[in-house]
């Protein structure tokens, strides 16, 4: 069953605002992921936030964890056409053997 | 260092076939996952190895769908019959353990069932 949930499902910008998704879990987690989908492509790693960590950076992204509301958010500053792809979020509940549950996913159009 | 590998990339069956698909992970990791992505949706884990057991076969259709991991490294995934919502992207991905960390991900196969 999928646990994280997405918001918003599409979100189109311009190139050089910022992008912030949302993601909504239920459970306990281990760890929390997001990762990238260009179309017809495979999903790429994009960071890894544990339960323990509050906010974590990694170049144009900034991700943060609140476990007290079982949420977390991506943003991705000053975007680029590049960036137009499918984000998803992921748990990683740690109990079950490091099972990754993925959520629907946010389509993000960025507009040159 | 090489990705992971998947074929075929593309494959269009007819109901009631039987289709192969196989994957090989990065070397080196010991875990190795199938995913199930239906067009609009997040991927669906299908099985989990660590080495050459199953970990997590859980949200496998067993009644059609069959995996195996031979000697720990390359793995194949096979749908016999096929039905026509088993069209979906099939997408194979490895991690070096077993709990938590990144999982690197192949292209997948987009499988269409007429």
């Known amino acids: 069953s999928q646990q994280g949930e997405e918001d918003p499902q599409a979100l189109s910008i311009q190139e050089g605002e910022n992008a912030t998704m949302n993601c909504s879990y239920k459970?306990?987690?281990?760890?929390l992921q997001w990762y990238r989908q260009n179309s017809g492509r495979g999903l790429v790693h994009l960071i890894l936030?544990?339960?323990?960590?509050r906010e974590k950076h990694s170049g144009r992204l900034r991700v943060t964890l609140d476990t007290s509301k079982k949420s977390s958010s991506l943003l991705i500053t000053a975007s680029r056409a590049a960036d137009t792809a499918s984000y998803f979020c992921?748990?990683?509940?740690?109990?079950?053997?490091?099972?990754?549950?993925f959520g629907q996913g946010t389509e993000l159009s960025v507009k040159p | 260092e090489a990705g992971v590998a998947q074929s075929p990339r593309y494959k269009i069956i007819e109901k009631r076939q039987s289709v192969a698909f196989w994957c090989n992970p990065i070397?080196?990791?010991?875990?190795l996952y199938w995913y199930q992505q239906i067009l609009g949706q997040g991927p669906k884990l299908l099985i989990q190895?660590?080495?050459?057991?199953?970990?997590?076969d859980s949200q496998l259709p067993k009644d059609r769908f069959s995996a195996e991991r031979l000697k720990g490294v390359d793995s194949t995934l096979k749908i016999q019959p096929a039905k026509l919502e088993d069209s979906a992207v099939y997408l194979c991905?490895?991690?070096?353990?077993?709990?938590?960390?990144?999982?690197?991900f192949g292209p997948g196969t987009r499988l269409t069932v007429l």
């Open positions: 991905a490895s991690s070096l353990g077993l709990s938590g960390g990144a999982r690197f």
């Open positions: 459970t306990s987690i281990n760890n």
């Open positions: 936030i544990r339960s323990n960590e």
């Open positions: 992921a748990t990683d509940q740690g109990n079950q053997g490091g099972k990754l549950i």
């Open positions: 070397s080196g990791h010991a875990t």
């Open positions: 190895f660590q080495n050459n057991g199953v970990v997590d």
